[in-house]
């Protein structure tokens, strides 16, 4: 007698697929779907609004395969060109593709110019946000051409360094229902292009000029803008005072204001700033002038929802901590790097009050002690991020201290903190959320700690061991076996590691992001090792890793094709070999080549006929 099964995806409708497909938040989860077979493809291919590529030569299948994109970023494309959007949209109905596209990235698409720009502009009607960041290459034509999207919400152009009033003007006057804009770094842009835009784009909510020749005229402009909520003028050499006058009495949405590093702008004009806006929820005045005023400190008392304020590098005292404890009951966050005056006792005043704080930056305040951190953990339970960078003051009881009550940390930073130990890492064990952790420069972590992190932390994405010189390969082997998603590590100068450390690392799928730089034990077996399974990595170096051979950079050229980033200076590669990696690599846009010392001219001439056309950045130097 037969019995006859009835395959249990016949059982399970479209919408039921949709829905579960719906539940994979996980890149990686996503993937694995669609390869299980063509209809769970075929369910991803309907579902799917963002598409992140890669390959440029994939670009045409997958528009096709993709139809329902709401979000489309090339900005890690290579090659993007004006032939690549003709060819595309030529040979793909892009009345399917580009209907519904809302987002379009192309950040440092350098070889697209005005009309690979306009065609592409001209597909896609219906685009809400554009990013051109880093396209430095890109002029007031490029603009122009961008100028085609009337129902632009949001525009990214930093560093487009061509760009100046005459293409900020076709900008404004053709997208006049811009709410974003981020001019960062267009240094041809003038108070000029400001004034108009100010007249032209009334829906403003965020506005980012930092590090433009503007002037306070630019401020009297942008006061006028009636719903201007975030504004950013990092860097503005031209900036003072007056101008934060003229904002005194404008921007009646004004929520957040950056002034870092305005030279010109002094204690007085930030008074004046924030005596105009008491629903000031962000601040950050980092490096402006050199102490906080009594009259910053009794301003500061109107500003009851503040919720950030980052005084990096500016001289403060107990008392401004005082006031802020006891108005200031909002705080999430608080920037004090290299700030002077930072004292145990200032930070067991500020967090007696700010117990809602979840970011903390006490980078270089060098009086902290175990007593200002064990104040933070029993205050802050929800603290997830706090930056010790060079607080030597700091011991295992403070970690102690943090792996008892803050339970939901996620950044720690412990950098060149020489009194944290093994001892002090087991103390975190509870502080199972961890996903970055800095521990660069702290001498005294050996494999013991690796240990306790790799058993504690299974979520840490990012770590950093920069020249922990006791960590070798036993700490890697328990790290590639309890942080599986673990994405950026730097291991430069931990020289205890060898190619059995190298070859642990292979078992960290996610990573994407590795440093080895001085690692003069590991050989090409080691890398060969790391880079066959290692498939992700998008950021290598290898700088004075000097054992390593032909062998083991032809591996490299052979599994790593998706490599962006490369250093290989001081490194023992010949002519034939680099050619062949240069020429294999075509994802890659910045390496460095510094004293290469078994490649010769004529090398160097042939590596860069191979790539010249691809490669955005290369250092090469010889002695």
Partial sequence: MSTRYTPILSLLTEDLLIQVNEKLVQDSDRKKWRLICKE?????????????????????????????LHTLDLSVCPRIEDGTISLLLHHVDHSIWARNLKCLNLSRANGLKFAGLEMLVGACKGLESVDVSYCCGFGDREAAAISGCEGLRELRMDKC??????????????????????????????????????????????????YLKV????LRSIASLPKLEDLAMVGCPYVNDVGLQFLEIGCPSLQKIDVARCDCVSSSGLSSLIGGHSGLLHIDAGHCFSEVSPTIVKCIQKLKNLNTIIIDG???????????????????????SKCEGVTNMGIIKLVSGCVNLKIINLTCCRSIANAAISAIANSCRNLLCLKLESCNMITGKSLEQLGLHCLLL????????????????????????????????????????????????????????????????????????????????????????????SKSLGYLEELSDLELRGLDKITSVGLTALVTRCKRLIYLDLKHCEKIDDSG???????????RQLNLSYCAITDMTLCMLMGNMTRLQDVDLVHLTNVTVEGFELMLRACCVRIKKINIHTV
């Fill in 40 to 68: 769970f493809h075929r369910v991803d291919s309907l579902t799917r609004k963002t598409l992140r590529v890669l390959h440029v030569e994939f670009l045409l299948t997958l528009l096709k395969n993709y139809t329902n």
């Fill in 314 to 336: 500016i001289r403060v005292s107990d008392t401004i901590f005082q006031t802020i404890s006891s108005t200031c009951n909002s705080l999430i966050e608080i920037g004090l």
């Fill in 553 to 563: 950079f032809q591996a490299l050229a052979y599994y790593s094709r998706n490599l």
């Fill in 215 to 218: 002037t306070s005229e630019s």
């Fill in 410 to 501: 996620e950044v720690l930073d412990l950098t060149d903190c020489c009194g944290i130990n093994d001892r002090g890492l087991e103390r975190l064990y509870r502080c199972s959320r961890i996903l970055c952790l800095k521990l660069g420069l702290c001498t005294n972590i050996s494999d013991k700690g690796l240990f306790y992190i790799a058993s504690s932390c299974p979520e840490l994405q990012d770590l950093d061991l920069y020249r922990c010189q006791n960590i070798g390969d036993d700490g890697l082997a328990a790290l590639s076996s309890g942080c599986k998603k673990l994405r950026k590590l730097n291991l430069s100068y931990c020289v205890e590691v060898t190619d059995k450390g």
């Fill in 161 to 210: 360094l061509g760009v100046g009033d005459v293409g900020l003007a076709k900008i404004v006057v053709g997208c006049g229902r811009l709410e974003r804009l981020s001019l960062k770094w267009c240094m041809e842009i003038s108070d000029l292009g400001v004034e108009l835009l100010c007249k032209k784009c009334l829906e403003l909510k965020f506005l980012d000029v930092s």
